[in-house]
């Protein structure tokens, strides 16, 4: 008998591949197409479990797609510009470029190990001249289409780095990377105009039927459609030009509850304040420190300065209320002004209190509730209420309710009008840093602004820089930032911002279509490959990348490099679970966490023998050292046992733990199939046995299983019929032909998830060509039916015996045979049953 060799079998199984070119996607009208694509990695050197578990979910339905006739694209790139190659140059010298490059060299020999079903010739980097010059020019398309555009924005302004962070990078208040106190600053930006297509954005989430509906939840919240009320407030001796405060609220059936207004820092009114009063322009210094992000204004301390103006109430002209600079509004969100409800937000309640601000109720729990209150009063707009100052003559309404009731009201006296409104900002694309994308426009003194010509594409970053110095290397690169106007010829300066890196990964599904086009796509290959038929990635990614994606097809179909049936870029999405490990740790002399990879651990202990602390698996991080690196696996069990482990041992959209014991167990179960097929083989041709029929019915049913779980993803559930029909062919007594058809159809169908294993059993058991691009296997629907079916018999819940009897038996026919075997009469001693209940196919009770 042989041995399970995986690391010769591996080798010579992808060499084989390769050869052949099985995974080359080339268009073919004959076949339907089927594009599969997991989310392309950040080069950041290492790949570990997680990712494997990744890639492999996906080649699974690659390799599924090839064997039922499909003709599939399964590309691999890079998404390869970023912060961590600048922060890797700072911190160690050399040059980003190098670092990606070297990383990106170091991922493909992890990943090739794994026999993934890529087309290797499509794989690009997006920091590629290549690449990143065709999406210059689709900035160039887009801004002439109007869909590029450029203002004073508000940012989070770095003081060390001298750089834009996005708000997740901004923590505590400080760069997640200098830890210097964060400021707000306003800079000239360029935007993408997504928010003007907020509304198809939203209404197209119905037609998602294959996406998960967490992840279309998410992002309907993230576009946040509203129905509010647009109005002003008259102020009172305000500085000239300032009469009017304008506010949109999305409760105005609480106004009658306002007890203050606030406005953002950024306000008009408090940048004309601060000019001339410099408490407040220290209050206002002192506002712009603060975070951007929702959960950085939501966890700071509220603060507020009266400005000493006040407005007028609308409907109560009489009554006026104060003017408060606040450092929880935002410029960006709204108009800039708020107005303070605190009876019904929890916010403006500790605002109000903290200022002593009057607290005036709208609404109540009941007619009997006092409206001296401890904390906001906040119910589901869903949920009726008694409105003690509304605009109804029904006192008794839903939020919902009274919300209309007060819009309709305020419009009929002139206060105001209703309006829809999105929560979705038009993405602000600049960024102050050396490794991204550059923008492909110069700014001359003469024309302003100008685009760059196409022909002189790509602009390509300049190699010769340094970051010894803060803040961006293009700002003090001469002469690359020095240049002639396009438009006149005068002298000139590039800009010096590069692109975001969402906007790389925003469109590089559709570059896959022909990664070497002279244009950012080819209409055809467009037409042909468009949409990814699978999309396969964190659910981290639910929000932004896929939002930004989904613009940017629309955007690209507008500019002509998209068809129309491509808006909608991802017809399925998946979203996998996590692979989690122990994080295994000791502490310095400070108390410092010092965090060891597993392979130095062994039974809680370092090599010196020093104990570690264990910690309860996480999700794993090079930086916490709970990573498993998938060649150390590769080399003691082979691929295919790492493919199976994290397929088989948990359903693919929840985590995974991975343990060595699971390792081990993966392994044996493959060598244990390599030796039934080793037996097989050795059995003499046409050799007679016991029972082939309930081995191969057992063998269609398998495939019917496993067919099903393949096409839901229930790729653990795959697995475990495969698991079960292992066992039932090792314990097979039927003959040569049946048990060598068994598992050459076993080989079949693990074939998505260990395609190395298969192709050897396949060879040994003489199968014609590669098992890879041999026809799926079908269920013979005659043989899913069975003539006979075993039934256990209770008496009084006890299970006692079983009988096996045709399926179609009558249920009298089933209970005399049931009372006449032998368990049954011993059981009963004599006595009489009170009650017999038989339950077709299922069961047979006996009550005694």
């Not at 890639?55 to 890079?78: C, E, F, S």
């Not at 500790?350 to 009997?368: N, R, V």
């Not at 090599?607 to 996480?618: C, L, W, Y």
């Amino acid at each position: 008998m042989t041995r399970y060799t995986p690391a010769e079998i591996e080798a010579r199984w992808q060499a084989a591949w390769e050869k052949d070119g099985i995974f080359k996607a080339v268009r073919d009208a004959d076949r339907p197409k089927y594009y599969v694509l997991e989310m392309f990695p950040y080069p950041s050197g290492r790949i570990h479990m997680g990712h494997v578990r990744n890639y492999t979910m996906g080649d699974v339905i690659a390799r599924y797609k090839i064997a039922t006739g499909h003709n599939v694209l399964h590309p691999m790139g890079w998404d390869a510009f970023g912060m961590p190659a600048e922060n890797a140059a700072m911190a160690i010298g050399g040059h980003p470029k190098d670092w990606t490059y070297g990383n990106i060299d170091d991922m493909r020999g992890q990943m090739k190990p794994l026999g993934l079903s890529i087309d290797w010739s499509r794989e690009f980097a997006t920091c590629d001249p290549e690449y990143y010059g065709q999406q210059q020019a689709l900035f160039l398309d887009f801004l002439e289409a109007g869909l590029v555009y450029r203002k004073n924005a508000v940012v989070n302004w770095d003081p060390v780095d001298m750089t834009v962070l996005a708000n997740e990078q901004v923590e505590n208040g400080r760069g997640w990377r200098s830890g210097a106190l964060v400021e707000r600053r306003e800079l000239t930006q360029w935007f993408f105009k997504i928010s003007d297509h907020s509304e198809e954005l939203l209404d197209a989430l119905d037609s998602l039927d294959n996406w998960p509906a967490k992840v279309k939840l998410m992002q309907a919240n993230w576009i946040g459609k509203s129905r509010g009320l647009q109005f002003a407030f008259s102020t009172v001796d305000a500085p000239e030009g300032h009469d009017r405060i304008d506010v949109y609220t999305t409760r105005p059936d609480t106004l009658m509850g306002a007890s203050f207004v606030g406005i953002s820092p950024d306000h008009p009114l408090a940048k004309v304040l601060e000019r001339n009063n410099p408490e407040i322009a220290a209050f206002c210094a002192e506002c712009r420190k603060g975070g951007t992000t929702e959960e950085a204004i939501e966890t700071a301390e509220k603060l507020g300065y009266d400005t000493g103006i006040t407005v007028r109430h609308p409907f109560d002209t009489a009554y006026e209320m104060p003017v408060y600079i606040a450092n929880f509004i935002l410029m960006d969100y709204g108009t800039g002004a708020i107005f303070g409800c605190p009876a019904h937000d929890q916010r403006d309640f500790e605002f109000a209190t903290k200022y002593g601000l009057p607290i005036i109720s709208t609404f109540l729990p009941s007619e009997e509730s006092p409206e001296d209150l401890d904390a906001a009063f906040v119910p589901p707009k869903t949920e009726k209420v008694f409105y003690n100052r509304g605009f109804a003559g029904e006192q008794w309404q839903t939020g919902l309710e009274a919300i209309d009731a007060a819009i309709t009201f305020c419009e009929e006296n002139g206060v105001g009008q209703g309006v829809t409104k999105f929560r979705l900002r038009d993405w602000g694309l600049s960024r102050q840093r050396y490794w991204g994308c550059p923008i492909p426009v110069v700014h001359c003194d003469s024309c302003g602004v100008v685009p760059e010509k196409k022909e002189n594409l790509p602009i390509e970053l300049p190699y010769d820089v340094t970051f010894d110095v803060p803040g961006n290397p293009l700002d003090r690169h001469p002469t690359w930032r020095d240049c002639a106007c396009p438009a006149c010829g005068a002298a000139a300066r590039r800009e010096t911002d590069t692109m975001d890196t969402f906007v790389d990964s925003s469109w590089y599904f559709a570059r896959f279509t022909a990664p070497r086009a002279k244009t950012p796509t080819n209409m055809a290959d467009a037409q042909y490959w468009m949409n990814v038929d699978q999309y396969i990635g964190g659910i981290e990614h639910a929000i932004l990348h896929l939002l930004y994606s989904r613009f940017f097809a629309r955007a690209m179909h507008l500019t002509g490099h998209l068809p129309a049936s491509a808006i909608e870029p991802f017809d399925a999405l998946f979203t996998q679970g996590m692979v989690t490990h122990e994080i295994y740790q000791t502490r310095d002399d400070r108390g410092r966490p010092v965090y060891h990879l597993p392979e130095d651990v062994t039974d809680g202990k370092l090599a010196d023998g020093t104990e570690v602390e264990i910690i309860p698996s996480a999700k794993m991080s090079k930086s916490k050292k709970n990573v498993v690196d998938p060649l150390n696996i590769i080399s003691n069990y082979g691929a295919d046992t790492a493919r199976w482990f994290v397929l088989s041992d948990s359903p693919p959209e929840r985590d995974v733990e991975w343990t060595a014991s699971g390792a081990e167990a993966a392994f044996k179960h493959l060598s244990r199939v390599w030796n039934i097929s080793d037996r097989i083989a050795a059995m003499s041709p046409g050799a007679t046995g016991e029972d082939d029929e309930g081995l191969l019915r057992q063998m269609h049913k398998t495939i019917h299983d496993v067919t099903m779980g393949v096409e839901s993803f229930g790729f653990n559930a795959a697995i475990a019929k495969l698991y079960a029909f292992t066992a039932t062919l090792q314990k097979s007594k039927a003959g040569q032909a049946a048990q060598r058809e068994a598992i050459m159809t076993l080989a079949q169908l693990m074939a998505p998830m260990t395609p190395h294993l298969s192709e050897a059993v396949w060879q040994q058991q003489g199968g014609t060509g590669l098992v890879a691009t041999a026809h799926w296997p079908v269920a013979d629907e005659a043989m899913l039916v069975d003539d006979t079916v075993t039934l256990p018999i209770q008496i009084n819940g006890k299970r006692r015996a079983e009988i096996k009897v045709a399926a179609d038996l009558p249920k009298e026919e089933v209970e005399k045979i049931a009372l006449a075997h032998e368990a049954v009469i011993r059981t009963l001693d004599g006595a009489t049953p009170k009650k017999v209940i038989v339950v077709p196919g299922r069961i047979v009770n006996v009550v005694a």
